[in-house]
């Protein structure tokens, strides 16, 4: 029996309520801000939890799962949502057995994405219900209520969240215990329910529009969908984390707060607008709130003040409502400005990251350094396609060694394009290994089979590093901790048909640069693995690097790293020993040309 309150983050809660609303198989690809919902899942030995090889994956064996009958979900971050849109929309189409829960973590503001769609439009897009927590205990309550609708409605349910419910914590009344509604699931034929040839794809279409009307009437009387009387003046439509927001700025307006924002409840909308004198949507992202309610004929504003772009805050709310006159003048506030004398800090690469050394290398080969300031628009002489992961990093200076960044696995086949569309300069594309087993694979498969004359250089850092050191399929070791098959990635590559493999120490900067120059100069398609052990998993750290000040002219060619643990003061170039990474690396001390970096060790032996 869990205890009754618990501090619980939004992810902490949305994994624990899934397993108390008994869900048997839980699949995910690692991806801030939703990574924690299968980290917590996996906890539990009496469920199936997978790291699956992506989105897409995740999506098909969670659907497996369900059409068997077992309670079944599958989280993922907004964008991996686009790579499983294939079998999500599939999914609604068919429809399911055992629940079937889709959990996608919207990231506004960007804090680590690529973008911040909206993902409240796939809801109506295939046609599914739609839930939101604003809380931590709504997302726990929300689990429950997701697999019941799931099952009643024989549909898959998106429940939506975003950075900000994901990570902040708040008091959770734990009121359940675990409970498994099938707990021998079996599958059973219906080819015109599961085989979507067009003969059995067009009724289901019928049934899914029928489902939708049953579901819009299910959302007049969804306990979630809250009704907060104040005074009538100002009347707020809301959801998710942006109701706590209004809440804290119009704590007199009168509120419909909605946990089930797809189907709307029409009727619910209408007569708690007949009520108050105006209506205001407030909402994250998109209006999409807002255009529906429009839609049904309801006058309401919302996105004519409130940002359309980032994250929003009680701040942004409060000041946007003072420009529009929902608030007087003297409501707003002025933000804190950072506090004084705070350092200034880029995202870098961490100190003895194995991805240093190989953008150094390319730095240097594709004399990238020359382009820096150049007003015209110049053709690099190395193009350097990049991918999703903690290598991204090397597009920013000292660096700079990336020229594209679109979304994970895209890297190798823009860097084919290119070389289709006939540029001068050679092409590599960079890749990591989770993100090469995610999508760079059918990448890899089209250049060999087309012929490419590309390099690519798969960044083996034996981890899924930037989400916090997931597993995946090259690293043997399953979600929940047990020894699995590793997939070998040079065997995987011969495989494929790639003649010219290459795996070079990630610290050895003379072989990196060797082996990249004869890559580049081969006629097929090339790949260097690129392998070293990410330094974060590195724990016995020893014999910090140390600068001769009598040998050091100060050329700043160790500063070109961009190595946290190396560090310049007026001019006088040192490392700092709590920061390196100690004799793992030891690139700075195979690049310094006065041979003045080298082990304290070594330094303390000729004292």
Same mark, same amino acid.
């Given at each position: ?338 506090? &004084?004398?705070? %350092? ?7 100190? *003895? #990251?194995?991805?240093? $050394?190989?953008?150094?290398? =390319? @730095? ?12 015209? &628009?110049?053709? %690099? ?7 999703? *992961? #903690?290598?991204?990093? $090397?597009?920013?200076?000292? =660096? @700079? ?207």
């Amino acid at each position: 029996m869990e205890k009754t309150l618990q501090l619980l983050s939004g992810n902490e809660a949305l994994a624990l309520g899934a397993y108390h609303a008994g869900v048997q198989v839980a699949t995910a690809y690692p991806g801030t801000p939703s990574t924690e919902i299968l980290e917590n899942l996996a906890r539990f030995k009496d469920i199936y939890a997978e790291w699956s090889t992506n989105e897409k994956v995740a999506m098909e064996v969670a659907m497996g799962a369900a059409y068997a009958g077992a309670r079944a979900m599958v989280s993922m971050k907004h964008v991996g949502l686009n790579v499983a849109s294939d079998p999500f929309m599939a999914a609604s189409i068919t429809g399911i057995i055992g629940g079937l829960v889709v959990v996608s973590a919207d990231d506004p503001q960007i804090h680590s994405s690529q973008n911040e769609q909206d993902n409240r439009h796939y809801a109506r897009l295939a046609k599914v219900p739609m839930l939101e927590p604003s809380d931590s205990q709504e997302a726990y309550d929300l689990m429950g209520y997701a697999f019941d609708i799931s099952e009643e409605f024989d549909t898959p349910v998106l429940l939506r969240t975003t950075t900000r419910i994901s990570h902040s914590k708040s008091v959770v009344d734990v009121k359940r215990t675990r409970a498994v509604k099938n707990p021998q699931p079996a599958f059973h034929f219906n080819v015109q329910k599961y085989v979507m040839l067009p003969v059995n794809a067009l009724p289901r279409h019928a049934v899914v529009e029928k489902r939708l009307l049953r579901l819009a009437e299910f959302s007049e009387t969804f306990p979630l969908n809250q009704v907060i009387w104040n005074k009538k003046q100002l009347g707020i439509v809301t959801s998710g984390v942006a109701y706590q927001y209004a809440r804290e700025v119009f704590p007199e307006a009168s509120f419909l707060k909605l946990g089930m924002t797809w189907p709307l409840p029409k009727k619910a909308i209408k007569e708690f607008a007949d009520r108050v004198e105006k209506l205001i949507v407030i909402e994250e992202l998109d209006p999409f709130l807002q255009e529906n309610i429009q839609a049904m004929g309801i006058k309401v504003t919302g996105k004519e003040f409130i940002p359309l772009v980032g994250e929003l805050n009680a701040h942004i709310v409060a000041e946007s409502s003072v420009g529009a006159g929902l608030l007087p003048e003297s409501e707003k506030d002025e933000a804190l400005p950072p506090a &004084p004398g705070l %350092p200034r800090r880029p995202p870098l690469l961490c100190p *003895g #990251c194995p991805h240093t $050394g190989i953008y150094f290398v =390319l @730095n240097g080969i594709g004399q990238r350094s020359k382009l820096l300031g150049s007003k015209e &628009p110049q053709e %690099p002489k190395l193009i350097i396609t990049g991918d999703i *992961g #903690c290598y991204t990093l $090397g597009a920013l200076p000292p =660096l @700079n060694v990336l020229d594209t960044t679109a979304c994970m696995g895209a890297g190798i086949g823009q860097a084919l394009g290119m070389e289709r569309a006939h540029v001068k300069s050679k092409v590599v594309a960079v890749i990591g290994d989770s993100t090469f087993m995610h999508s760079g694979i059918t990448g890899l498969v089209d250049a060999v089979y087309n012929n490419g004359h590309i390099t690519i250089l798969i960044l083996d850092n034996r981890t899924t590093a930037m989400t916090g050191h997931q597993e995946h399929p090259g690293t043997g070791v399953s979600a929940q901790g047990q020894e699995t098959c590793a997939v070998d990635i040079e065997s995987l590559c011969r495989g494929i048909g790639v003649k010219d493999i290459k795996v070079i120490n990630a610290f050895d900067v003379k072989a990196l640069r060797a082996g990249v120059r004869d890559s580049l100069d081969r006629p097929e398609v090339s790949v260097i693995i690129v392998r070293g052990f990410c330094a974060m998993l590195v724990r016995k750290r020893a014999n910090p690097g140390k600068v001769d000040v009598e040998k050091c002219n100060e050329c700043g060619v160790c500063l070109r790293l961009g190595c946290p643990a190396i560090q310049s003061v007026d001019g006088k170039v040192f490392i700092e020993p709590t920061l390196c990474a100690g004799d793992i690396c030891t690139i700075c001390e195979q690049l310094c040309p006065q041979k003045a970096i080298s082990a304290q060790a070594k330094n303390k032996s000729k004292e």
